[in-house]
């Protein structure tokens, strides 16, 4: 009896998927990983595509299913500390222009969406601000932030 009921809810899961499961809403270059967005992240400040006409604001679409937004999110957020440790250890380096630039453009996708992505995007701030300590981060890496965030805003 219970592997019939397994059997049942299996086929059932397959048909969801098969018919219509299939989401398109986030670009596969959005799902590829952390890599994905430290390579784009290199091309800062100017332009930064995932690949052709895929903007970072991209990977955060209206119609986000809860994986993509997970896998999206985890990809982020691994590229939002790795890169906050970066610019504490050189303040005013090219990895606070790409940490403000992730967070600017994702903020920009974000604005887009009617709130599902606040969160996220709460998440990435956190982590691109963090200071062991709660001590003041530096003004270098504050302004070259504020200006990778303002490139995010514009090229998204």
């Known amino acids: 009896?219970?592997?019939?009921l397994l059997l049942i809810a299996l086929t059932g899961l397959v048909g969801?998927?098969?018919?219509?499961?299939?989401?398109?809403?986030t670009p596969a270059a959005?799902?590829?990983?952390?890599?994905?967005?430290?390579?784009?992240?290199?091309?800062?400040?100017?332009?930064?595509?995932?690949?052709?006409?895929?903007?970072?604001?991209d990977c955060l679409a209206e119609n986000q299913t809860g994986g993509d937004l997970a896998n999206v999110g985890a990809a982020m957020l691994a590229v939002a500390t790795k890169l906050n440790a970066e610019a504490r250890a050189a303040p005013g380096g090219d990895a606070n222009v790409?940490?403000?630039?992730?967070?600017?453009?994702?903020?920009?996708?974000?604005?887009?969406t009617e709130g599902i992505h606040d969160e996220l995007v709460r998440r990435l701030a956190a982590a691109a601000r963090y200071s062991p300590h709660d001590r003041p981060l530096p003004i270098a890496f504050s302004r070259a932030y504020r200006s990778g965030y303002a490139a995010g805003q514009r090229n998204g």
């Open 16 to 25: 969801v998927v098969g018919c219509g499961g299939v989401d398109d809403s």
């Open 98 to 112: 790409q940490l403000g630039y992730l967070l600017g453009a994702a903020q920009q996708g974000a604005d887009r």
């Open 30 to 57: 959005c799902l590829e990983g952390a890599s994905g967005y430290l390579g784009a992240l290199a091309g800062t400040p100017g332009k930064v595509e995932l690949e052709r006409d895929v903007g970072i604001a």
């Open 1 to 4: 009896m219970r592997s019939l």
